[in-house]
């Protein structure tokens, strides 16, 4: 259910933004606006406001939306066109001039990347929980350890770019890594010496789901949680076995459990299995026969207790770092946030389109749905970061020259600045065709991938 409502709630607030630039600008450029719609198909709930009557619907299917302005080429293909008045077709989209006609086009995916920026900038300005980059486990024979990276340095700079946390150098190495075969990366041991590390990409296969750490053999250092019992939900497989709030796993099946996340896959790994648990209580052993609740996970079966762990905000703050901007360096960095993603953006989809990097990181509702209700649930920032995360692809993908997209109307438009006419009818209904070719196309791989996923766990 929080899965469905998030992804009704980032698709609504999306378009909704996308929609009302269009709808914002055309009425500042005097056009008449027949229909603001949120949705297609059938209208779940009408209003007309306003002067001109503007028609604003909520539809069925929550997958898009339009904004329909009076424009007399679609009133000749109407049966019983309105007959409307020599001073409104004077407000006509089509009567507009071409400057006029490309700002409105321009401004739905330009409200999807301001949107992003207000987003970031007021995530900047709360401050943003990110993980200090420290090495943590590094593969061996893995290109970090080619490069001597030592688990407990913690990096500086990665190509010259400062970097403040685990989310700033998995980034930056990402964007490296597609565009360099080796990056210089400047980092401080635990002597306290600055060392400079030469890490080469020799032999990674880079596709839009690229884990560039798994594939450059380092892990971000984790605190050691011990395995102690913070939280027991009611009417749970913990509860029904007797499990304590305090209680200490020592050992599970025999085998000595060292922190909480060696419990958690234990656990994991042995749905609908009888477990015994030899804990600590007040300072005396106790054994607990118990078996984890079956529950299915990204289409698999995992086993799960009910029990959350207690925390020490000590050893959190170890590897954690709030980070907080002023509002001048939030709003700079949101812009800048924008920006990099945005071309980030075009990049893969170029890289995509030459094959120089697979197609399997398109994505479709299916996958976009489970990511908003894993962001949900992890709390209102996260969940705000992947709203603006979707709003730039949204922004950059709709400024795509395609036919039937932003991006198509403004290349017509340009072209007709060249020619000095406008382009005609019968060229703008042969690149529909393609266009909708091309976004069909586009769908098929998305929810291919989507299902592949699914049945790939």
Avoid at 118 to 141: E, K, Q
Avoid at 239 to 245: C, I, N, Q, R, W
Avoid at 297 to 322: C, F, H, P, S, Y
Avoid at 405 to 417: C, Q, T, V
Wanted: glycine share 8%; with cysteine.
């Amino acid at each position: 259910m929080m899965t469905l409502i998030a992804f009704v709630v980032t698709i609504g607030i999306l378009v909704t933004i996308h929609e009302y630039g269009h709808f914002q600008m055309a009425r500042w450029c005097g056009v008449k606006v027949l229909r603001f719609s949120i949705g297609f198909g059938k209208p779940l709930f009408s209003k007309t406001f306003g002067k001109d009557k503007t028609e604003f619907v909520l539809a069925a299917i929550p997958l898009g939306g339009f904004v329909k302005m009076l424009d007399e080429r679609e009133l000749k293909a109407e049966e019983n066109p309105v007959n409307y008045s020599e001073t409104d077709l004077k407000r006509a989209f089509n009567r507009q001039s071409v400057r006029k006609r490309i700002a409105i086009v321009l401004a739905g995916p330009l409200a999807n990347l301001l949107l992003a920026i207000v987003l970031y900038w007021g995530l900047f300005m709360l401050g943003v929980t990110g993980t200090r980059p420290i090495i943590g486990a590094v593969t061996d024979n893995s290109l970090a350890a080619q490069a001597s990276l030592k688990s407990g340095e913690i990096i500086q700079k990665i190509a010259g770019e400062p970097v403040k946390s685990w989310q700033d150098a998995s980034w930056i190495l990402l964007e490296q890594s597609l565009e360099n075969k080796s990056v210089e990366i400047e980092a401080v041991n635990n002597n306290n010496e600055l060392i400079q590390h030469t890490l080469s990409f020799e032999g990674i296969d880079n596709d839009a789901e690229i884990d560039v750490l798994k594939k450059i053999g380092i892990e971000m250092v984790k605190p050691i949680i011990p395995a102690v019992i913070g939280e027991i939900i009611p009417d749970s497989a913990a509860e029904k076995a007797g499990f304590l709030l305090n209680d200490k796993i020592l050992q599970v099946d025999n085998v000595e459990m060292t922190d909480w996340e060696q419990v958690v896959n234990t656990i994991k790994d042995s749905p609908n299995k009888k477990l015994q648990f030899e804990i600590e209580r007040a300072q005396k052993i106790v054994h607990i026969d118990a078996i984890p609740e079956a529950i299915k996970e990204d289409n698999q079966t995992i086993g799960r207790m009910g029990a959350g762990v207690k925390i020490n905000k000590d050893d959190l703050n170890k590897v954690l770092i709030e980070l907080h901007y002023s509002p001048i360096a939030s709003l700079q960095k949101a812009i800048a946030t924008t920006w990099d993603t945005s071309i980030f953006t075009l990049k893969m989809l170029g890289k995509m389109v030459t094959g120089q990097i697979s197609l399997k990181g398109i994505s479709g509702p299916v996958t976009i749905a489970s990511y908003a209700g894993r962001s949900a649930h992890l709390g209102v920032k996260t969940f705000l970061g992947f709203l603006a995360l979707v709003s730039i692809s949204i922004g950059v993908l709709n400024l795509l020259p395609i036919p039937v997209l932003d991006g198509g109307h403004l290349m017509y438009y340009i072209a007709e600045i060249f020619k000095g006419s406008p382009v005609s009818e019968q060229i703008m209904l042969t690149g529909q065709k393609i266009g909708f070719g091309l976004l069909g196309l586009l769908m098929t791989i998305a929810i291919f991938n989507d299902f592949n996923r699914l049945i790939a766990g």
